[in-house]
């Protein structure tokens, strides 16, 4: 079945450091792939998308890019601020829209020290 | 604020009770999540409805656990008999149907069984 493997944390950072949370996934077909950012006192939302391979999915500075070769797609972004700290779910979905059942990786908490 | 609402936010109850989460989702979102989240996990889901149709359930939906969509609108999460296995954060989460890859999350129901 699908899995996702993601970095353990917590992960402390300090203001404007690099971040790669990493994250390879087990799947038959070809998944869409995604991260998911949890702020605290919130739900989910999503934070990027890549739908098939070699695609880059960006947003607010962070991105990652869908490797079918290494099955990773790991987020990285190149300055981190204090508003980052939140928890990162990378996921992947089997279906062919995205809209299908989700597999969520166990998370990585972030924190960002000024 | 018109994003997926849950209700309620937090539930005590002890062991062998009947639990009732109730999720709306954003108005005109044709599907609905159900999904769970124990503590330093990533979200498990449960199962899913198009409209008011169930299309899916996991196995983790045991016979004690039942959900509902009745109008294609809201949705109902029963867990009946509780145990204290089932103490977890229940989130529901919509989105507009195929073709869309964005689920939205609500906040989550947390159940606590003493």
């Known amino acids: 079945g699908n899995s996702v493997t993601q970095m353990e944390g917590p992960v402390t950072l300090s203001e404007e450091a690099f971040l790669t949370i990493n994250c390879t996934y087990t799947?038959?077909?070809?998944?869409?792939l995604f991260w998911y950012v949890q702020y605290p006192g919130e739900g989910l939302q999503l934070l990027l998308k890549?739908?098939?391979?070699?695609d880059k999915g960006s947003n607010k500075g962070f991105e990652a890019t869908y490797r079918k070769e290494t099955t990773s797609f790991h987020l990285e972004k190149g300055s981190v601020q204090v508003s980052d700290s939140a928890v990162y779910f990378c996921?992947?979905?089997?279906?062919?829209?995205?809209?299908?059942?989700?597999?969520f990786g166990t998370g990585t908490r972030l924190t960002i020290i000024p | 604020d018109t994003g997926v609402s849950q209700d309620p936010r937090h539930k005590i109850t002890k062991r062998g009770q009947n639990v009732t989460f109730r999720c709306d989702p954003i108005?005109?979102?044709?599907?609905l999540y159900w999904y769970r989240q124990t503590l330093g996990q990533g979200p498990e889901f449960l199962t899913y409805?198009?409209?008011?149709?169930?299309?899916?359930k996991s196995r983790l939906l045991s016979d004690r656990f039942s959900a509902e969509r009745p109008k294609g609108s809201f949705s109902t999460l029963e867990i009946q008999r509780t145990e204290q296995g089932d103490s977890a954060m229940y989130l529901c989460?919509?989105?507009?149907?195929?073709?869309?890859?964005?689920?939205?999350f609500g906040e989550g129901s947390r159940l606590t069984v003493l």
């Open positions: 890549a739908t098939k391979a070699d």
């Open positions: 989460a919509s989105s507009l149907g195929t073709g869309s890859w964005e689920l939205f």
């Open positions: 409805f198009q409209n008011e149709a169930q299309l899916e």
């Open positions: 996921a992947l979905s089997g279906g062919p829209f995205g809209n299908e059942k989700l597999t």
């Open positions: 108005s005109e979102h044709n599907r």
């Open positions: 799947a038959t077909g070809y998944p869409s």
